[in-house]
């Protein structure tokens, strides 16, 4: 399903007050790209949820500048910084099979981002040991338990998901990152499948830069209420000082239009 442009340029004025599209340099590679506009929305707000598919389930817009929570200022600065047009790359993103229907949604990235080859996962190639943690993400349970009720017909995964432990990130070579790359907080809450009707490791995510020799997190954040950039050290003893937390994961971007 293709979304007519105008349609989508009407829903971002009807939604947004301040709409401001990133300048996006041209003749740089695609991590540079990224580095700038992940950089131009530093003090965006933060909102839950901000984004949709214009109707249906979520009638949010597909795009917004003016907000943003974690999942959706990673995948709006991924797909402005890539070549091409950015709501189709914002499609192909945020959506399996880049069908942009809610129940296609990425909505669980240690799964949905995996399988669909956006992301490379480069924990175990950064110089710490890797944890290893199993279980089921049953989709099917988690649409169930909406407000209202979405009837799908997915069958539960039993996936296993590589990590850093806590004690270990110090371990971490920084200097094997690359120029941006993703990091996801996880978070081994057990009582999950009984709140949201599935388990949910991948809490929070953001931006790992190395700027000028030192590296930076840059992040829709709930506590701080917008889009920080924060030192490593900083963001790190933030998130690992939460309840649950247990550790990191990195993912290596890839351009969304080598994905076909």
């Not at 047009?85 to 809610?102: M, Q």
């Not at 490379?120 to 190639?125: K, P, R, V």
């Not at 009582?191 to 190395?210: A, D, K, Y």
């Amino acid at each position: 399903m293709r979304y007519n442009k105008l349609f989508i340029f009407a829903l971002l004025v009807a939604a947004c007050s301040h709409v401001k599209q990133p300048s996006v340099p041209s003749n740089f590679d695609y991590f540079t790209r990224l580095d700038s506009v992940s950089k131009q929305y530093i003090g965006a707000k933060y909102a839950i949820d901000p984004l949709g598919e214009g109707k249906g389930v979520d009638q949010d817009p597909l795009v917004r500048f003016d907000s943003f929570d974690c999942v959706t200022y990673v995948e709006t600065v991924m797909a402005y910084a890539a070549p091409g047009d950015p709501i189709e790359n914002k499609i192909k993103i945020s959506y399996l099979d880049a069908k942009p229907n809610y129940i296609y949604r990425k909505h669980f990235w240690e799964m949905d981002q995996a399988q669909s080859g956006t992301l490379m996962d480069i924990t175990a190639n950064i110089g710490a040991p890797v944890k290893y943690i199993s279980g089921t993400i049953d989709k099917k349970a988690w649409f169930a338990k909406k407000a209202p009720p979405v009837k799908t017909d997915f069958v539960p995964r039993k996936i296993t998901l590589s990590y850093i432990a806590a004690a270990d990130i110090p371990k971490i070579n920084l200097k094997k990152l690359p120029h941006v790359s993703i990091i996801g907080i996880i978070d081994d809450s057990k009582n999950m499948p009984e709140l949201i009707g599935t388990n949910n490791w991948n809490r929070h995510v953001g931006f790992v830069v190395s700027d000028g020799g030192k590296i930076v997190v840059r992040h829709a954040s709930s506590s701080a209420g917008e889009v920080i950039e924060q030192s490593w050290d900083e963001f790190i003893n933030h998130q690992m000082g939460l309840k649950n937390r247990i550790g990191i994961k990195i993912w290596e971007i890839k351009n969304v239009q080598d994905k076909k």
